[in-house]
């Protein structure tokens, strides 16, 4: 890893630990929903509904191959959201708490500009460890492409060795929509299933170009001309 981006994760981290992580306590609900199989009508057992077994946990956007972490929604269409089902699909949700009070670092919070020494340039570093952090939590990535998680990973990975039990941030496939990862699953339990059906699924779609230089996903960017 490159000396100036382990710097940078280095502050992204203070910066978010500077202003305070967040506490998950066992009065908190958080969500997981899970696809149903073809011809599936009941839900899946509670004893299901948790991360999947190390040997066959894949890797995901904050966990490497063979390490599962749970990851959970705030609300239960956020949990739908993130599983990308298609309209009419049935999907199950679970109802997770907490078996003790967990530390979260939490990178959907900002510094107010009113409590620092010098706006401006707190003003700056918000910009742009909120840029980071949207950059490289919320942007999407293939399914089949493992290497595109690794930054966040390692990120992750840095978070864990300052003792955190997860981390929050915002997610990208419902707008407002907040998810958790909890490095133990062991540290939650599902207390109750219930079975939902997808009634609408809603993309929006723009123009791309492809660009040589650009930084963006792909190389791609927002084409301003109608096609």
């Known amino acids: ?81 993130e599983i990308r089902p298609w309209t009419g699909a049935l999907v199950s949700v679970g109802k997770f708490q907490a078996s003790e009070p967990l530390s979260v670092l939490d990178f959907t919070k900002k510094r107010g500009l009113e409590d620092a020494e010098n706006p401006a340039s707190a003003l700056h570093s918000l910009l742009s460890e909120s840029d980071f952090v949207h950059k490289h939590f919320g942007a999407p ?51 109750d299933v219930q079975v939902f059906g997808v009634k609408l699924v809603k993309y929006e779609a723009v123009a791309l170009v492809r660009k040589p230089n650009s930084l963006n996903v792909g190389g791609y960017e927002i084409e301003a001309k109608d096609w």
């Open 1 to 81: 890893m490159p000396v100036e981006l382990d710097e940078k994760v280095n502050q992204i981290i203070d910066y978010y630990e500077d202003i305070g992580g967040s506490t998950l306590t066992t009065e908190q609900t958080l969500y997981r929903a899970r696809s149903h199989n073809v011809d599936q009508r009941h839900p899946h057992p509670i004893s299901e509904m948790g991360a999947p077994p190390p040997f066959v946990a894949r890797a995901g956007r904050v966990n490497v191959t063979g390490m599962p972490f749970l990851y959970l929604a705030d609300d239960i269409e956020t949990c739908i959201a």
């Open 141 to 191: 990535v293939h399914i089949d492409d493992p290497y595109s998680y690794l930054p966040m990973q390692y990120l992750v990975d840095k978070v864990k060795a300052r003792k955190f039990d997860g981390i929050r941030f915002k997610s990208m496939q419902k707008d407002k929509g907040i998810n958790t990862v909890v490095f133990n699953p062991a540290n939650l339990a599902c207390v």
